[in-house]
């Protein structure tokens, strides 16, 4: 039981290359999220979807941009990475409204 | 003022106290509430979750919960230098789809 997926775990990209980070889930989450964390910043979230088919903005979206494949697969794209996307990124997802999260391992994204 | 709010800490207990972690929100709305465990360079691990006033407890770990003053707490009873870590707290904004975060305390447990 893997829980949530995420690739890559480590990531050095130049300023303006693109890239997707990928999450997976197998645990038949309706609702999966995108945050990033920052020292001293806690946790932002950038996307989340709440149903397979939707999508919709967190406090944090500029720069980004999401896709829900399907049920399990949510994915998070920087078109133009810039220095101050340099982040954690954690993708999560739960079953229902009142639930906690179970988080993914982590995306270490530096952008030089 | 920000939404979810706590001390940054750090705290600091000998092994074998009570640890107290506060938190206070801004949205009167909410409806539930989570405590986070992150160890540094982990992600977070969700280990309490409470929904109504009062008390929750599980195993050494007790949330409170007073919706009237906006305020969570966490209890760590018999601490452990295991429990070393930050803790999060977060809060389900009205509409239940989007979780607000606190920016964690750190806690220390001397041996």
């Known amino acids: 039981n893997a829980g949530v997926t995420q690739t890559p775990k480590f990531q050095v990209l130049k300023t303006g290359q693109s890239m997707t980070l990928q999450c997976a889930q197998d645990m038949n989450h309706n609702s999966m999220y995108w945050y990033r964390q920052d020292p001293g910043m806690g946790l932002r979230l950038i996307y989340y979807s709440a149903s397979e088919g939707t999508t919709d903005k967190g406090e944090v979206p500029n720069g980004y941009n999401v896709s829900r494949l399907n049920k399990r697969e949510f994915s998070l794209r920087l078109e133009s990475a810039a220095p101050s996307q340099t982040s954690v990124y954690f993708c999560a997802s739960k079953s229902s409204g009142l639930e906690g999260y179970t988080f993914g391992s982590g995306t270490r994204l530096t952008v030089v | 003022q920000k939404e979810v709010e706590q001390n940054s800490g750090p705290l600091s207990v000998p092994e074998g106290a009570i640890a107290s972690l506060n938190c206070t929100y801004s949205d009167r709305g909410s409806q539930s509430f989570f405590w986070y465990r992150q160890y540094s360079g982990k992600s977070p691990e969700l280990i309490m979750s409470?929904?109504?006033?009062g008390d929750k407890e599980d195993g050494r770990f007790t949330a409170q919960l007073n919706k009237a003053s906006q305020y969570v707490s966490l209890l760590i009873r018999d601490s452990q230098p295991s429990d070393s870590a930050t803790y999060l707290c977060a809060v389900l904004h009205t509409g239940g789809f989007k979780t607000i975060f606190g920016a964690g305390t750190r806690l220390f447990v001397k041996a």
């Open positions: 409470i929904y109504s006033n």
